[in-house]
Structures are given as structure tokens and as C-alpha cells.
């Protein structure tokens, strides 16, 4: 073994990282690599198993309020086809992913801070509890709101709630967003810490590659999750959008190839940090490479979010390009999983919430 890969082997027995530590995982290459994703591996068999959890995805609205400069569906970006699925076809995706055993679903949209959403919301959320007999998990993720909207929808019965926090590093936050109060660094903190209070398992994430991104960023971004203690994290490469703002920016960016191994990366250091966590195969990493999410549950995460919204809708959903199945109808894309899990040596939790294990011990502990 030469002198690196026996420092980043020293490094892979320790108990606990600092920031360096991380950086060094972060960069490695090669043999090392392999090193880590080995390590990753064995920690993500030890403690949480081999079984892959689906969130069924709906997406039920591309409206959105905010205008983040990277994505696709921003307020300003006058091309996209606004769409806003009936209450019925919501649930009848709702009934789809019961049926099929999914065990839970996240309802995700732009995002819209007023009265009629919360209600609509609340309402939805009271239905899917309904229709399945109390059996589906409901995860949400419709961005920031007040804490007594966020306390409504977890009494009618949503569990888990989705919000990335895009980066930790506020002026790089600054950076990639319009500088207002709908884009305050502060507050979507502040809806991080709403949750937790509240008792959602809470997610959160960031993007990997972003233009002006250090990799003593991302390093930091691990850092926060772990201080935080955050439940489930969902992260993956950026991809620029031609109807953006970021896509000046896109000579200045990692090549593709290497922003989606660098999500490998960070999933696998994130597995060996957070042990226990749930870690998403996001959806991105299939954007880049036709087997991404296979690769992703390889080397550490243990939840992939199956697009269930209607096919008609997904084309308009385009957040960043090349997104993966959007001419696929839901059934199609079971099939498809199932077999692409069965090939990651994976077994899929049919008809199990999957809750993030770190939260129940957390839970156990206070309780
Ligand atoms: N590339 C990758 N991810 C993106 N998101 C938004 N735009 C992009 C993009 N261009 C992610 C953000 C957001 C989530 C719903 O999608 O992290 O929180
Ligand atoms: Fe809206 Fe989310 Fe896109 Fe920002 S990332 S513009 S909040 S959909
Ligand atoms: Fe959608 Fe394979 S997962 S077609």
C-alpha cells in the first residue's frame, strides 16, 4: 500500500472527522477511492441493511414563487408549461404507490406560501391517509413555510418533510440565489429548525458542483448535517439549465462526469459520518449516468424516490435537463426498478414506511 491510500485507509478507521479528514475523502482517487467506497459499503450493510425504501414522487405543481438562478422552473422562466394537478389525479397517484406496496409517498412542488395551499395541503394529506387505511408514509416537500402551517399538516399526518438547504455556506447561498426575503439563508434555516421542533423526520440536501463550490464547502456541508443531526439527506450533482441565470456560469463547472462522482463521493462519506440515516439515490445522478441511482445505493444510500406523477405532466417538471424517465408511465418504472435493485444487490422494503433509524434511536432515547 503506498503512502496515500494507507493515510486514507488511517482515516477510514477513525471514529469521528474533521474537516480535513473529509476533504482528503472527498478528493480521492483511484485505488483510494475504491478504499472508500469498500468502507462505505460495509457501514451501510452493518447498519441499515441492504434494503432500498421507494417514496413514491408526486409531482403535483411546477408553480413556483421563488426564482433560484440554477433552476429550471423558477418564477421568471416564462417557457414552462405551468401545471397544477386535480386533487383526484393526486390521489389516484396516491392509490397507485398504496397499491403497489410503496410503502410511503413524498407530494413535492414550487413553492407557494398561501392560505388555499396550506389548506389544500392539509386536506390532501388527511385523503392519502384515508384511502390507504393509515398505511402510507407521507413525506412533503413544499419548501418554506410558517411553523404553524408546518404544525397543521403533521397533526392531519405528514411524518417527514423534504427541504434542502442547497448549500451551508451562506455567501455561496447568496451566490446562487436572488438576494431577498424570499431567498434569506436565515430563514430556510429557520424552517430546518421549525421541523425537527415539530417532530418531522426532517431531510435535507445539497447540490454538488455548483459553480464557485469548493470542496472544503462540500465538507462543511456534511459538517452541518451532522451537527444538525438531520434525519435523511438527499443530495446530487447540479446540472445547469439553459433557462437560468447559473448557466453563464457553465464553462466554470466540474465536467459532468466528474460532479456525479463526487456525488458518489459525498454519499459514501456521508454513509460512514451518519451511519444510520436514510440517504437518497437522488434522481439526478440517473441524469448523468443511466445506472446513477444503482451506483448511488451501492456505495451508501438506501431510498429512491420513483417518479409517480402522471406521465403527461413529467416532461414540464424540468427543474434541470436531461431528466431521466419522463416518458415513462408509473407502472413502467416499477418494473424497471425492480429489476435495476435486484441488480445492485438490493431488496427492495415493499409495503415498510423505511423510517430513518437514527431518528427512532433519537426518538427512543428522549422518549
Ligand atoms: N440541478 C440539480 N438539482 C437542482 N435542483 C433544482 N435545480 C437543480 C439543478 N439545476 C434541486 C434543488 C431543489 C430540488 C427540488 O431540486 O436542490 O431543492
Ligand atoms: Fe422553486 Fe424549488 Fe425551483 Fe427554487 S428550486 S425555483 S423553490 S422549484
Ligand atoms: Fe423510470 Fe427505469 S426507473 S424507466
Known sequence: MNIKMSR??????????????LKQLLQCDGDE???????????????????????????????CDKNCYYCGIRRSNLSVRRYNLTDSEILDAARFADENKFGSVVLQSGENSSIAFADRITNLVRQIKQLSNGKL?????????????????????????????????QSLYQKIH?????????????CLHSLKYLGYQT???VMIGLPFQTTGDLANDLLFFLHFGIDMVGMGPYIEHSQTPLYAFRNE?????????????????LRILMKDINIAAATALQAIDPLGREKGVKVGANIIMPNITPGLYRNDYSLYENKPCIDEEPAQCKGCLD??????????????WGDSIYFIKKKDKEG
Open 8 to 21: 486514507i485507509s488511517a482515516i477510514l478507521e477513525q471514529s469521528s472527522f474533521t474537516h480535513p479528514d
Open 33 to 63: 477511492r475504491h478504499l472508500l467506497f469498500k468502507k462505505s459499503g460495509e457501514v451501510k450493510d452493518l447498519y441499515v441493511g441492504n434494503k432500498v425504501y421507494f417514496r413514491g414522487l408526486i409531482e403535483f405543481s411546477n408553480v
Open 137 to 169: 408514509g407521507i413525506t412533503l416537500s413544499v419548501g418554506e413555510q410558517s411553523e404553524s402551517v408546518y404544525r397543521r399538516w403533521f397533526e392531519a399526518g405528514a411524518h417527514r418533510y423534504l427541504l434542502r438547504i442547497e448549500t451551508a455556506n
Open 178 to 190: 436572488p438576494n431577498d426575503s424570499l431567498h434569506d439563508f436565515h430563514h430556510r434555516l429557520d
Open 203 to 205: 431531510g435535507t440536501g
Open 253 to 269: 463547472l466540474l465536467p459532468i462526469q466528474e460532479r456525479f462522482d463526487l456525488s458518489l463521493k459525498m454519499i459514501a462519506v
Open 339 to 352: 429489476a435495476r435493485i435486484a441488480l445492485a444487490d438490493g431488496e427492495i422494503g415493499y409495503g415498510e
